[in-house]
């Protein structure tokens, strides 16, 4: 049922909380949310691409990824399936800012014409998994590099269990490679300005549909050529969406995923003395043993302390904007009864 939807990723799951969330509704279709224009969405469906209105009522707001219900009566998005999963970051506000919905993986973008940011990849790292996706460190700009292979092994070695691609779109190194990680999947490209990243996406699509701009020589920076985050439909198969380049990964992550990006160092302090150990000088810590012997280098253990208070922060800034918004509801909810009584 609804074959058409396939290559934008439908499948059994989508097709039980559609059934679930039209029972009892007027004709009604899917679709696949493929970009956001402000008050209305583009709808990727299994007829032309169109863009549509969202109801005030809806919640959550769809973003790019979502998979939603369209009205055929009204001509509107009435309705959000449940998420697999949601990249999202600290807004400049503090606040949360929901990216894309519905990824499988997170292509950390980095260009080798410039220095490689350790804290950055690791911040991205801590976003893939609280998104509930997997995280690849893709290394553009191969050609631009003396010793990439050299970098991708540091950087792999930094961050055990993450997979590093080495990439170049000028000799096609690593496009397979990472055709192969999109089959059959949703791929989101994150990363810096100039990265890259929508050199990258025009080879994976196989078409210039994204525009692309030199970098400044000076510093290696780039123009936010991607205004908007976009999804595209890969020839290979599989679903890649192209994001802005972004200037600061502000963590708005469960400290859950902070472990995750951390397994090794979550390792290790099961053989700590104290189960609430926070590794910063308590008597019988194992992850500051392993940090005397060699085994673990004291910058892991730094990025970590760096995380968790990030996460801790984000976690409570959290709880503030669940408050007020409980708190929003329950003054809104006090003014109908009281608008009821007077009646």
């Known amino acids: 049922m609804h074959e058409a939807l396939l290559p934008f990723g439908w499948g059994d799951r989508w097709l039980a909380l559609f059934a679930t969330a039209t ?7 899917p679709g696949r949310v493929a970009r956001h224009d402000g008050v209305a969405v583009l709808v990727a469906g299994e007829g032309e691409t ?15 990824g979502d998979w939603v219900v369209v009205d055929d009566a009204t001509k509107a998005v009435v309705a959000v399936l449940d998420r697999a999963s949601l990249l999202r970051r600290q807004d400049p506000d503090g606040g949360e800012q929901p990216l894309v919905a519905n990824l499988d993986v997170l292509l950390i973008t980095c260009g080798l014409d410039r220095p490689v940011k350790t804290g950055r990849i690791q911040r991205s790292i801590a976003l893939a998994w609280d998104a509930g996706a997997s995280p690849v460190v893709v290394l553009t700009k191969a050609d631009l590099a003396e010793d990439p292979d050299a970098t991708a092994a540091a950087i792999g070695a930094a961050n055990p269990g993450v997979e590093v691609i080495v990439c170049s779109t000028v000799d096609g ?20 300005s100039g990265a890259g990243k929508s050199t990258l996406a025009n080879a994976l699509v196989g078409e210039d549909l994204i525009a692309t701009a030199a970098v400044r020589e000076g510093d290696a920076k780039g123009r936010h050529t991607t205004t908007r985050r976009e999804l595209h439909v890969l020839p290979t198969g599989g679903v890649l969406i192209d994001t802005p380049g972004i200037r600061g990964v502000g963590l708005w992550v469960d400290p859950d995923a902070v472990a995750a990006t951390f397994d090794d160092v979550d390792a290790l302090a099961a053989g700590c003395r104290f189960n609430d150990c926070a590794h910063a000088g308590e008597p019988g810590c194992a992850v500051a043993a392993a940090v005397e012997t060699g085994d673990l280098a004291p910058e892991r253990l730094e990025a970590w302390h760096t995380l968790q208070a990030e996460a801790a922060s984000a976690a409570l800034r959290a709880d503030e904007h669940a408050a007020r918004a409980a708190g929003r509801r329950f003054g809104r909810m006090a003014r109908q009864v009281q608008q009821h009584k007077r009646r």
């Open 23 to 29: 029972d009892g509704r007027p004709p009604a279709r």
């Open 50 to 64: 169109e863009s549509l209105p969202v109801l005030g009522s809806v919640d959550p707001i769809p973003v790019v």
């Open 173 to 192: 190194r690593g496009i397979d490679a990472v055709q192969a990680l999109a089959a059959g999947r949703t791929i989101v490209l994150l990363g810096e």
